[in-house]
């Protein structure tokens, strides 16, 4: 699993690369570029980051940058999210998904937040967690940032439904946020109108196309 690096890291590693490319190497070769505490910390930082690798004891190869980079999109949330032993469930656009049976995707390899509700008496165990499994995560709204992160909402009390084994606020709540971005959604509300007998505003055109589809 690769980690982003901080701008330190990244220069030490663009060096091992332009240096050795795919050869392997052991920190007396590069010794005096750094003071050898700093040496040691950084070149932990990048093995446990997944941008170099140990080959034997004292003894380094780079990973591919290649390899590395694509890492980094390497999908590992939901699977995190499982062995958190905390409360939580899918919300919003995320629910959607799960509801819809995943017709109605809202994310992409580049782009892929999750909206998860979380008790507010949890956070800061959400926050120590999320930072242990190097998972990017946010508190209400997200910044900028590519990949997979998280939007924590933290609330006073969770009810949580299961569907397709997966945690999830409920179906009524789904819904009422689809219908107040139903220029996003409308696709789905008349899924839902479909699959689940449900009245929602989507179109009588919408629902004709959802009826092919399902």
């Known amino acids: 699993m690769t980690e982003t690096l901080t701008k330190q890291e990244f220069s030490l590693y663009s060096l091992l690369y332009l ?67 905390l409360k939580y469930c899918f919300s919003k656009a995320s629910a959607a998904e799960i509801w819809s049976n995943q017709t109605y995707i809202q994310r992409s390899w580049e782009y892929s937040p999750f909206f998860v509700k979380v008790l507010k008496k949890d956070l800061k165990k959400w926050e120590k967690f999320l930072d242990s499994e190097g998972i990017n995560f946010f508190i209400d709204k997200p910044a900028n940032i590519v990949g997979e992160f998280i939007i924590l909402k933290p609330v006073s009390s969770i009810k949580v439904f ?38 929602t505003s989507a179109s009588k055109e919408m629902l004709n196309k959802v009826r092919e589809a399902i």
Request: proline share 2%; aromatic share 14%; net charge positive.
């Open 19 to 85: 240096k050795f490319e795919k050869n392997e190497f052991d920190l007396n070769s590069i010794r005096w570029y750094f003071s050898k505490q700093m040496l040691k910390k950084l070149i932990f930082k990048l093995n446990e980051a997944g941008w170099i690798k140990t080959i034997k004891k004292g003894i380094y190869k780079c990973i591919v940058p290649e390899n590395a980079i694509q890492g980094l999109f390497k999908q590992k949330t939901e699977e995190a999210l499982e062995k958190a032993e």
């Open 162 to 199: 299961l569907h397709n084994k997966k945690p999830v606020e409920s179906l009524k709540e789904t819904i009422k946020f689809c219908e107040q971005n139903k220029d996003s959604f409308e696709y789905i509300l008349a899924y839902f109108s479909k699959k689940y007998n449900k009245k």
